[in-house]
């Protein structure tokens, strides 16, 4: 999963912390999964994640160190050897913390 030089806002940091994420089921019960953070910028993050999570489903994000909360919508989910690779976008103005903007994006041009 490579992004497309210059079209990020703000740079993207390695990161090795758990996370857990809470959510609504299908059938409108609660439902937490545990996830690893792999990544992060100041606009989202991407996660491995024990359990699939639906696109565009809204979810919490809990992460003791460093210690982060956020809501955040499911992007994208695709299996991954025995676990799921979720990608999320912050909502609500919540930033990665540390994160870095670029001053001037470069558009890609076609």
Same mark, same amino acid.
């Given at each position: 999963?490579?992004?497309?030089?210059?079209?990020?806002?703000?740079?993207?940091?390695?990161?090795?912390?758990? #996370?857990?994420? +809470?959510?609504?089921?299908?059938?409108? %019960?609660?439902?937490?999964?545990?996830?690893? $953070?792999?990544?992060?910028? /100041?606009?989202?993050?991407?996660?491995?994640?024990?359990?699939?999570?639906?696109?565009?489903?809204?979810?919490?994000?809990?992460?003791?160190?460093?210690?982060?909360? #956020?809501?955040? +919508?499911?992007?994208?989910?695709?299996? %991954?050897?025995?676990?799921?690779?979720?990608? $999320?976008?912050?909502?609500? /103005?919540?930033?990665?913390?540390?994160?870095?903007?670029?001053?001037?994006?470069?558009?890609?041009?076609?």
């Amino acid at each position: 999963m490579n992004a497309k030089p210059g079209l990020r806002r703000f740079e993207r940091t390695k990161v090795q912390s758990r #996370a857990l994420l +809470s959510f609504t089921g299908v059938h409108g %019960h609660p439902v937490v999964v545990r996830a690893k $953070v792999l990544d992060a910028s /100041g606009s989202g993050a991407r996660l491995e994640a024990e359990a699939p999570v639906e696109p565009q489903t809204y979810v919490q994000i809990r992460v003791q160190s460093p210690p982060f909360a #956020a809501t955040a +919508s499911v992007r994208y989910c695709v299996r %991954h050897k025995m676990d799921y690779c979720l990608g $999320v976008e912050f909502v609500g /103005g919540s930033k990665w913390p540390s994160s870095v903007e670029i001053s001037n994006p470069t558009p890609q041009s076609n």
